[in-house]
């Protein structure tokens, strides 16, 4: 299974690194991508990393300020989150994928449970 945490509270401009660790399989065999949901809103891809360490991005959103890394040896996959704004405010999931990157969450092999990050003054 996945398991997302390092989630918070945190002002605007601030930062926070979220982990996703994987119990019970084999990290190196997967994909791994980071996707979040806002109240109310779809489930949007942010940035995926693939079993080589090549980092994908999916949209315009979070360039410049996020970014995903990997340590196979920890079995955890990184969301390093800079320049935090209110509307970076939502759950955020990582998601493991058998094949390539996909900015399309119904093709992720399964999931963990979430985190919540709220950006606020």
């Known amino acids: 299974q996945l398991q997302a945490s390092g989630g918070g509270l945190v002002q605007p401009g601030g930062s926070l690194r979220l982990s996703c660790a994987a119990s019970?399989?084999?990290?190196?065999?997967?994909?791994i991508g980071w996707f979040r949901q806002a109240p109310g809103k779809g489930r949007e891809g942010l940035l995926c990393?693939?079993?080589?360490?090549?980092?994908?991005h999916y949209g315009d959103s979070v360039e410049g300020r996020f970014t995903i890394s990997r340590d196979n040896a920890k079995s955890t996959v990184y969301l390093q989150m800079n320049g935090l704004a209110v509307e970076d405010t939502a759950t955020y999931f990582c998601?493991?994928?058998?094949?390539?990157?996909?900015?399309?969450?119904?093709?992720?092999?399964?999931w963990g449970q979430g985190t919540e990050v709220t950006v606020s003054s």
């Open positions: 019970g399989f084999s990290l190196d065999y997967y994909a």
């Open positions: 990393i693939t079993r080589t360490f090549a980092t994908v």
């Open positions: 998601a493991a994928s058998a094949g390539l990157c996909y900015s399309d969450p119904s093709l992720y092999d399964f």
